[in-house]
């Protein structure tokens, strides 16, 4: 903002003054959130349809959304049912049932959370439905090839849960599905195909005329990996990197499950980017997205090698009852080297 003020100069009258001013909007506390819906978005629905809506479809991220819009819609039309959508992996669905899971993270960004919002009002929500990646980023690629929508990943989650919704519904009945994001910030993820293939929300492409793509993976293909506990002093975990033949260490919990990696990239960032020290704990030297296989699923090289197309690395992991336990890694050079030794004669 610009404040002006008056200059003793009868050359100069006016001196402007820049007056930088932070504002945080704090939109998890903020009532102007919901409020912002019930006076404006919700309106507009309402009027469009003559108050007279019968489902509406609405994302959980800071829970404005659904709160605001929801309120003012059942005042007006108590017959609209309010759904919820909450990703598998975030607590806010009700009742808590749902939330069980094992899935630690997720791709899709923008809804769902790990704490309750405090302008999430779950009383004006009559159902919820708890999404997936594949579902909700395929949903998202569809609705950008097939409907032109240049949408999110959210977007995706909100309209599979709607196809999920509007099953109960009867025809004539009108329904509301509220879109929040645009692709502009995912325009090296879930659009690119590699990106899919990666994550297993894609087959893998075929190449039959490489005849080592859809060979196997196996125990005896990958370099070791060496494995550390999660309480590791941060100064011993970079110590043993720093004399590790692999580009990570694997963090494995109290069960000898694979939490993390860590990298001599992420752990410079983290000291000279995030002012990190190297007596922090190593959970802040811990890197949680990266690429894995599963042995006992039989992940082919070809799988691998898409991996490897957008990341220097993949984790090789075997699944022990729940437990991913790491067991090695692969490289690009890894790959290389293996599909060009003729001795190891690598065919499906």
């Known amino acids: 903002m610009a404040r002006i003020e008056p200059k003793t100069s009868r050359y100069e009258c006016f001196h402007i003054t820049l007056v930088f001013i932070q504002y945080i909007p704090q939109q998890y506390t903020n009532a102007c959130n919901p409020l912002a819906h019930y006076d404006g978005t919700a309106e507009e629905i309402l009027w469009s349809l003559d108050d007279d809506v019968d489902m509406v479809v609405i994302g959980a991220g800071t829970c404005g959304t659904v709160s605001g819009i929801g309120h003012k819609i059942k005042e007006r039309c108590p017959k609209c049912v309010i759904v919820g959508v909450d990703p598998l992996g975030s607590i806010l669905a009700e009742p808590e049932e749902l939330n069980d899971s094992d899935v630690g993270m997720y791709e899709v960004e923008g809804i769902g959370y790990d ?179 599963d042995v006992t699923q039989a992940p082919a090289l070809g799988y691998v090698s898409r991996m490897l197309d957008i990341a220097p690395f993949v984790v090789i992991v075997e699944s022990v009852s729940t437990i991913k336990k790491p067991i090695g890694i692969l490289t690009s050079d890894d790959l290389l080297r293996l599909v060009t030794d003729k001795s190891l004669n690598l065919s499906s």
């Not at 959210?154 to 329904?175: E, N, Y």
């Not at 550390?228 to 043993?240: F, M, N, S």
């Open 115 to 293: 704490f309750l919002p405090k302008v999430l009002d779950r009383k004006v929500i009559d159902k919820w439905i708890k999404t997936e990646d594949k579902n909700s980023l395929t949903m998202s690629r569809r609705l950008i090839k097939e409907e032109g929508l240049l949408c999110g990943g959210s977007s995706g989650a909100i309209m599979w849960a709607a196809t999920q919704a509007a099953k109960s519904l009867k025809a004539g009945q009108k329904c509301v599905v509220i879109l929040p994001d645009n692709i502009r910030n995912y325009m090296t993820k879930f659009i690119s195909d590699q990106w899919m293939e990666a994550r297993s929300f894609k087959p893998v492409v075929k190449h039959d005329e490489l005849p080592w793509w859809n060979a196997v993976v196996t125990k005896n293909l990958i370099q070791p990996i060496t494995v550390i506990p999660h309480d590791t002093p941060a100064v011993e975990a970079l110590a043993a990197l720093k004399t590790s033949a692999a580009p990570a260490l694997a963090v494995v919990d109290d069960q000898g499950a694979l939490i993390g990696v860590v990298t001599a990239d992420y752990a410079r960032r983290r000291l000279t980017n995030l002012f990190g020290n190297v007596t922090d704990e190593l959970s802040k030297f811990t890197q949680k997205k990266f690429y894995s296989a």
